[in-house]
């Protein structure tokens, strides 16, 4: 089974701030989906941090007690309209903790995919929709 971590979408539903490209790097921004996504998590049972501005664009921590996760989210750059690309990370089924232990990020992975499945395809204003999974990367 592969994991979906990474959807790109169109939508006109999440404008960017006024200056908010000076946080991050000019032409990315992604906060008005942040904050959507932080505000919908909770009602399917994962628990968002405070987002915080990276180059990319607004990293989502996620609570999580066995390894660090994230959801990412931003603008596509490169490509024309209003693209988004949200992705989890990890986006490995397996993660190495130390030298000798690996961890199966299989179910928070799923867990937190789905999530945003539900979140995303109920959500009026996007369109065109495409999941990647971790084969695709």
Partial sequence: ???????????????????EDEEINPGIWGKRLAEYLIDSLPSHGITPKEPYPED???????????????IGCSNQLEQEGNQFLVFIDPSK??????????????AEITRVSDAL???????DGIRESRWWDENEL
């Fill in 1 to 19: 089974m592969s994991l979906k971590t990474h959807i790109e979408f169109v939508s006109d539903s999440f404008p960017s701030y006024p200056n």
């Fill in 56 to 70: 990319w664009g607004w990293e989502i921590p996620i609570e999580n007690k066995d390894f660090p996760m994230f």
């Fill in 117 to 123: 499945e539900k979140i995303l395809s109920s959500h």
């Fill in 93 to 106: 089924s397996k993660i190495r903790k130390g030298l000798f232990k690996k961890i199966d990020t299989t």
